[in-house]
């Protein structure tokens, strides 16, 4: 099992900036992949961005050039830097982290979501 406590989330006036962190723990054995999703009220939830082991990114289009992931595999841990803040990015912004065992089973584990408000 592997447990996701996120950290970082809070109430930022439009323009800010605010910096979540991710922090993996348990039995890890490899972590393919973590990043971030949003859930906004009364919509789904949505990918914000992901960092993929073999070295690749991908953001959503809202957030490119404003937001940043990041990731310190020898904390297990990953980061997003969020600026130029928008009241539309106000939603529950959840960690996810897709892990393979030594079993080579992969399985997808989430954060308990940390809430990110933007005043205009």
């Known amino acids: 099992q592997v447990q996701l406590v996120e950290s970082g989330g809070g109430l930022v006036q439009t323009g800010g900036s605010l910096r979540l962190s991710c922090a993996a723990s348990?039995?890890?054995?490899?972590?393919?992949?973590m990043g971030w999703y949003r859930q906004a009220p009364g919509k789904e939830r949505e990918l914000v961005a992901i960092?993929?082991?073999?070295?690749?990114?991908t953001y959503a289009d809202s957030v490119k050039g404003r937001f940043t992931i990041s990731r310190d595999n020898a904390k297990n841990t990953a980061y997003l830097q969020m600026n130029s803040l928008k009241p539309e990015d106000t939603a529950v912004y959840y960690c996810?982290?897709?892990?393979?065992?030594?079993?080579?089973?992969?399985?997808?584990?989430w954060g308990q979501g940390t809430q990110v408000t933007v005043s205009s």
């Open positions: 996810y982290c897709g892990h393979r065992s030594w079993q080579s089973l992969e399985a997808a584990y």
């Open positions: 348990g039995t890890i054995f490899s972590i393919n992949a």
């Open positions: 960092s993929r082991s073999v070295g690749t990114t």
